[in-house]
Structures are given as C-alpha cells and as structure tokens.
C-alpha cells in the first residue's frame, strides 16, 4: 500500500473510480442511487473531497463488491486522513504543495527538468533563504517554516529506499548568483555532494547545446504499485498543475529524453560544475 497520506488518498481515488467505471455508471446514477449529489460522487473520484469509511460501505454494498475490498478501501479513507510531517508547518507550505509532498514522498522514480534555479532537493538552506526572501510575500516565519521542509525534504535522496532520481539542470542555474559569490560556492560544492548519492543521476545541460524539447522547469514522479499511474507536475507562483493521462506522460517522457540526450554526460556535468565553481572562487 501507499506510503504517504496524500498517495493513500489518490489511490483510493482511483480504486473509486474503477468500481464505477466497471459496474459502468454514471457519477450521476451512482449519487441518484445513494441519495447523494453526482458532484459528491466526483469529488471522491478526483481526491477533493473526504471520504468518510460510512461512504465506503455504501458504495460497496451498491457495487456489492467483496468484503475484503471493503475493508481496504476503508483502511485507505482513515489512512488518508493522517496528517503528513510537512502539514505541521501551517502556511510555510501552500496547499497545492501539500499535495506534492505527500505524492514526492511515496515516489520511485524522480526525474526532474530544471531550468532557472538549483533543484530544490540539493539547495543548501542559504540558497533556499535568499529564494524565498526574494520572490515569495511570506513573513519570516513562515519563510523559516518553507525552508525546514525543503531541507527535511532532501532526505529522500539518501533514504534506503531512495528513488532513482533523474535531474537535467541547464547552465543557467549555475552561472545565475543568487545572494553572492561566497553562497553560490557553497551551493555548487552541495550540488556535486548529491551528485555523488547512488540514487542521483545528474546532467547538465549546456548553452551551447542548440535547441532542446521543453519550455520550462518540470517533475515527473513514478510510483511502485501498477495500479498508480505516474504523473507530471508544474508549478507557479500561487498554485499547481498536476498532468495524469497516458498523453501527458509519453510527451514528457519524449521531452526529458531529448533533454537527457542534448545535456552532458553525469561526467562532463561534473566537470562544468567545478569549472564553474573556480570561477566563483576567484
């Protein structure tokens, strides 16, 4: 089973839309049915709304489906309510980044394009600070709040169950100063820490590398269970996309693979890096 509350809650999602989809219903039959609104019905398919373990045994006695789907789909409703390490920290964290973590925290696979700034998963809490200070109308706690889940968020890099984590990051991110010369030193000697993780592949991708598939900084999370389908994520200044369909993650597959095959090799990259470092230095 899903590890995180926010992968409980979308596989339950899911799990509620197949019954439906197979019985071959309506949202609208199955809430006409149960006295219910077709919007109710949908808000449980799509995970915004709460599922109650009372609205499970419902659906199933009118799915008639078998015990033991019951009570699974019952153990992911109350499991789904728990509240995440990264919840504690209130307005430090948007809730359309709630949703994120939860699913980040439960991925397998991690393969991100990042194209102004350093990955969030390898930034030092300096670089992390000045980020915030400058583009985010936080108060300072809730900037001190941000910056301790980034930071508890890097975890999973080294974890023993780590994701195999993928980043192609353009040149730009290096050779862009945030803060000063002295905090950019200390970032791109974190950057080739993580570098060197078992889990972590790192590209560069060059200016000198022509024209390359994407037009902006993008994740895409893949999960160990089949039945939770991977998914594309982009973020903005006050909210999320979250892509799903089959469409979506092929053409963004295709898009980090041509990004993966314009960068530099994990060697070269590390090479570019501690060129780059050196200019800093002097």
């Known amino acids: 089973m899903a590890g995180s509350p926010t992968a409980r809650r979308r596989r339950l999602s899911i799990e509620l839309k197949k019954l439906r989809e197979t019985n071959a219903f309506t949202c609208a039959q199955v809430g006409q049915a149960l006295d219910w609104s077709g919007s109710k019905v949908n808000r449980m398919e799509t995970g915004s709304g709460r599922?109650?373990?009372?609205?499970?045994?419902?659906?199933?006695?009118?799915?008639?489906?078998?015990d033991e789907l019951r009570e699974f789909l019952k153990s992911l409703a109350r499991e789904a309510k728990i509240r995440g390490w990264w919840q504690v920290h209130g307005a430090g964290v948007p809730e359309w980044f709630n949703i994120y973590i939860g699913l980040e925290q439960d991925a397998s696979t991690f393969r991100q394009y990042q194209c102004e700034v350093i990955p969030g998963l390898m930034q030092t809490e300096a670089y992390t600070c000045e980020l915030h200070r400058t583009g985010a109308h936080m108060s300072a706690e809730d900037i001190?709040?941000?910056?301790?889940?980034?930071?508890?968020?890097?975890?999973?890099?080294?974890?023993?169950?780590?994701?195999?984590?993928?980043?192609?990051?353009?040149?730009?991110?290096?050779?862009?100063?945030?803060?000063?010369?002295?905090?950019?030193?200390?970032?791109?000697?974190?950057?080739?820490?993580?570098?060197?993780?078992?889990?972590?592949?790192?590209?560069?991708?060059?200016?000198?590398?022509?024209?390359?598939?994407?037009t902006g900084t993008f994740t895409m999370l893949g999960f160990p269970a089949p039945e939770d389908p991977d998914l594309v994520y982009r973020d903005g200044i006050t909210d999320a996309v979250y892509l799903e369909g089959e469409h979506h993650v092929r053409e963004y597959t295709k898009a980090f693979d041509g990004l993966r095959a314009a960068a530099l090799s994990p060697q070269r990259s590390v090479q570019l890096i501690k060129s780059v470092l050196k200019e800093y230095a002097s």
């Open 51 to 66: 599922v109650q373990p009372s609205d499970i045994d419902a659906l199933c006695r009118f799915y008639d489906t078998t």
């Open 144 to 214: 001190d709040r941000a910056v301790r889940v980034r930071m508890e968020r890097q975890a999973m890099l080294s974890r023993a169950d780590a994701p195999d984590a993928w980043f192609v990051v353009n040149e730009g991110s290096l050779r862009n100063v945030i803060g000063s010369r002295a905090l950019m030193r200390e970032q791109l000697e974190r950057v080739l820490e993580s570098a060197e993780l078992p889990s972590v592949t790192l590209q560069i991708l060059p200016f000198d590398s022509g024209t390359y598939p994407a």
